[in-house]
């Protein structure tokens, strides 16, 4: 399947963060909801991809962050984020 461009809101980073844990990863657990949510998508083209490009933050007690499931976080002005399908290319919305 052809997989679309992400936009994700808070909502759904909260959703996919509770998948950053060993025992879903173990199971497979994460795989089968990017399966039924995000087609085509892969975990390591998300979630660690935002970490490795600063939108993402782990264990941060900056007064500034908003928790995530699993000691993640993301910046309060962050309303949503653009993953591109094509190129991997990430944008933040503030707002």
Do not use: C
């Amino acid at each position: 399947m052809t997989k679309s461009d992400l936009i994700l809101d808070f909502e759904a980073l909260t959703k996919l963060a509770g998948y950053a844990h060993w025992i879903p990863i173990t199971h497979g657990l994460q795989k089968d909801f990017l399966q039924r949510n995000y087609p085509g998508w892969d975990w390591n083209q998300i979630i660690p991809a935002l970490i490795k490009n600063g939108v993402l933050a782990l264990n941060s007690r900056a007064p500034n962050q908003r928790a995530l499931p699993q000691g993640l976080s993301i910046s309060e002005s962050v309303s949503s984020l653009w993953i591109s399908a094509l190129t991997g290319e990430i944008k933040t919305m503030r707002g």
